[in-house]
């Protein structure tokens, strides 16, 4: 025991073995110290996910910032689309106060549409918008009720198109303007008479393109149908009817522009209310900005009536990739 002490006082500084560590640091047949065991790498931090590590209002900027850039581009579109029409009121507006046009004959805009709103405030205006909007969309509404089915059993079965297409031919190039006084010494000069002649003007857009519709859909896809063994119901159903949507609601939506056009005519003959009327009775009383305010009041109705016809024809054709 002394001899072990007296070695340790002797041994030279730095002088150690592997027998003189502890257990989990001595590596046997080893005189030299172990090297330092070399620091752990530290990972390098993750970057934090979307979303986390930022704060409510750096998140809050951020949806601001792409809700406003969204209403900017909306605007823009808004704007390069309705350039053309900017332009038009912009020059109803500015020649007639230049004296480019009398405005005796064309007043400005703005006069017009005072002259709506004394209209509107008045009663008239929706008095007569509410009788041409119950004619038209009656007509309009049993032109669709008779036209498509029957377009349909005329493009889907040779029989019945051999029959009807040449009595179809011989009335579909007569005008329904021409018509108009046949309809007036048969059905009267009542409300029977506008409903029918709308009716007639809406029927042929819509039964045409339905014809064509049912006759131009691709034959493979009708071929592709049998082989799978889909009978004359279920093809129509599945097959038919689906591809020859989109060509209907072309003719529905030209359908759409008739209605309005054809009962203008129709109640500037002979109506005691309606747009036409109110057009035909402030000329002739020489009110120019109420009939520019009955013409204005027809262009914005048939403009909203065709986007909620394009809407309809959507909802019906979600199928199609556009």
């Given amino acids: 025991m002394t001899d072990a002490r007296a070695d340790e006082r002797t041994r030279p500084a730095g002088d150690v073995h592997w027998y003189d560590l502890p257990d989990d640091e001595a590596e046997p047949g080893s005189g030299e110290p172990a090297a330092p065991a070399r620091p752990v790498a530290q990972a390098d931090p993750v970057a934090p996910a979307v979303g986390e590590g930022r704060s409510p209002g750096a998140t809050g ?3 601001d910032g792409v809700a406003r850039r969204r209403v900017g581009d909306a605007a823009r579109r808004v704007v390069r689309n309705s350039a053309a029409i900017l332009l038009l009121l912009a020059a109803w507006e500015a020649l007639p106060r230049l004296g480019v046009v009398d405005p005796v004959f064309v007043p400005p805009l703005s006069e017009s549409l005072a002259a709506g709103l004394d209209l509107l405030l008045a009663g008239q205006l929706p008095e007569h918008l509410e009788a041409s ?9 049993l032109a669709i ?3 498509i089915p029957l377009g349909l059993l005329i493009g889907w079965y040779k029989p019945v198109a051999d029959f009807l297409t040449p009595l179809l031919e011989v009335f579909r190039n007569t005008s329904a303007v021409a018509l108009l006084p046949v309809f007036t010494l048969i059905l009267g000069i009542g409300e029977t008479t506008k409903v029918t002649f709308v009716l007639y003007a809406c029927s042929w857009p819509i039964l045409l393109n339905t014809i064509s519709g049912v006759k131009t859909v691709e034959p493979l896809l009708i071929k592709s149908a049998r082989s799978m063994g889909l009978g004359p119901v279920r093809l129509f159903q599945k097959v038919i009817l689906p591809a020859a949507v989109p060509t209907i609601f072309t003719g529905v939506r030209l359908a759409g522009a008739y209605s309005i056009l054809v009962l203008l ?10 747009l036409g009327y109110l057009i035909l009775d402030a000329q002739s009383s020489f009110r120019i900005p109420d009939m520019y305010a ?3 009041t027809i262009s914005v ?7 909620l016809l394009i809407g309809v024809e959507r909802r019906f054709s979600t199928w199609r990739t556009t």
């Fill in 145 to 147: 009720v008779l036209a």
């Fill in 133 to 141: 909007l119950v004619r038209s969309l009656s007509g309009f509404g």
């Fill in 61 to 63: 900027r951020r949806a």
């Fill in 294 to 296: 009955g013409i204005i």
């Fill in 301 to 307: 109705v048939g403009l909203l009536f065709n986007l």
């Fill in 265 to 274: 005519f129709a109640e500037m003959v002979g109506a005691k209310a309606g």
